[in-house]
């Protein structure tokens, strides 16, 4: 079995890195987007909670803010739990199109709720609507219910508010890798990691 995707790519940061990841990571977006790139904003985020135990989920992407990648959630679901316990995670894109895949691992907090009220003003009401219908994460008892909740909220002319424990997350960047996939295996890394000095950047094995 070979990977699929466009192995003709040429990325020239791998032979000449540029001294800020953040830069670089925007730029891979760009590109992500206008090659048409299916899902770029999808990011896999990986948690562990207070004894260690791992659980990851799709979540979107939403923009870059404070040299970091903003995300958002309930507080109250198991995401939100694991970084209330250990406000640590790490974030991997993967574009098979593209042979793309970013990984960045870093510390998290909360953005002010200034932050977190602009990002939940930037949903679809039908999805500020799900966020208010739902406590997430937590049993469900009757399906249809909730859908019912939801479509009132969504249907209603009242103006939806964030809901507390609903936030923005910042993902403040430790290390960052930039992977290119090659089919003959031979795939290419350039690996960031911050420093006391600054961002070290090294290429790495496959």
């Not at 994460?137 to 002319?157: K, N, Q, V």
Request: proline fraction near 7%; aromatic fraction near 8%.
């Amino acid at each position: 079995m070979t990977l699929s995707g466009d192995a003709t790519l040429v990325l020239p940061e791998f032979d000449a890195p540029p001294a800020d990841p953040v830069v670089l990571l925007a730029e891979w977006f760009a590109g992500a987007v206008s090659r048409e790139v299916s899902e770029p904003f999808a990011m896999v985020l990986a948690t562990a909670d207070d004894r260690g135990r791992p659980s990851s989920r799709v979540v979107l992407f939403k923009e870059f803010a404070d040299g970091g990648l903003v995300f958002a959630g309930s507080s109250t679901s198991r995401k939100g739990r694991d970084l209330a316990a250990n406000p640590q995670a790490a974030a991997n894109f993967h574009w098979r199109e593209t042979l793309q895949q970013i990984t960045v691992v870093g510390t998290v907090q909360k953005v002010a709720p200034e932050a977190s009220d602009a990002l939940f003003a930037d949903r679809p009401r039908a999805a500020q609507a799900a966020v208010i219908a739902s406590e997430q994460s937590t049993p469900l008892d009757d399906e249809s219910a909730l859908h019912g909740r939801a479509a009132a909220l969504a249907d209603s002319d009242e103006p939806l508010s964030r809901p507390e424990a609903w936030t923005g997350y910042l993902l403040v960047p430790e290390e960052v890798e930039f992977w290119q996939g090659k089919p003959n295996r031979l795939h290419r890394r350039l690996r960031y990691v911050r420093t006391g000095e600054g961002w070290l950047a090294e290429r790495l094995q496959p």
